[in-house]
């Protein structure tokens, strides 16, 4: 069965840089697409980033400009580069996949960041 691998949350002050890792296993095929998701305490869960199995990419305004959605074909793996985090950046952040010939999305098990002084 697929599961997916997040890791690289953890504590770091505001201004400083996190990259989240997000990796399928128990599976042969590629990633198509990806992206994540985060929900911070008290608020609802909100797209982050995306990026389309042509390696196109959106980002949610308030990440635009400090968060980089990428692939690495070789490893199977996705990549969330995180710079110049803010304490309104803290939250859960789940990564899903979707893999080459499948509809289906799988999802991360979430990792927490946090950003305090």
């Known amino acids: 069965q697929v599961q997916v691998v997040e890791s690289g949350g953890g504590l770091v002050q505001p201004g400083g840089s996190l990259r989240l890792s997000c990796a399928p296993s128990?599976?042969?095929?590629?990633?198509?697409?990806a992206g994540w998701y985060r929900q911070a305490p008290g608020k609802q869960r909100e797209p982050v980033a995306h990026?389309?199995?042509?390696?196109?990419?959106n980002y949610a305004d308030s990440v635009k400009g400090r968060f980089t959605i990428s692939r690495d074909n070789a490893e199977n793996t996705v990549y969330l580069q995180m710079n110049s985090l803010k304490p309104e950046d803290t939250a859960v952040y789940y990564c899903?996949?979707?893999?080459?010939?499948?509809?289906?999305?799988?999802w991360g098990q979430g990792t927490q960041v946090t950003v305090s002084s």
């Open positions: 899903y996949v979707r893999l080459a010939g499948s509809m289906t999305a799988y």
């Open positions: 128990g599976t042969i095929n590629s990633i198509n697409s």
């Open positions: 990026i389309t199995s042509g390696g196109s990419t």
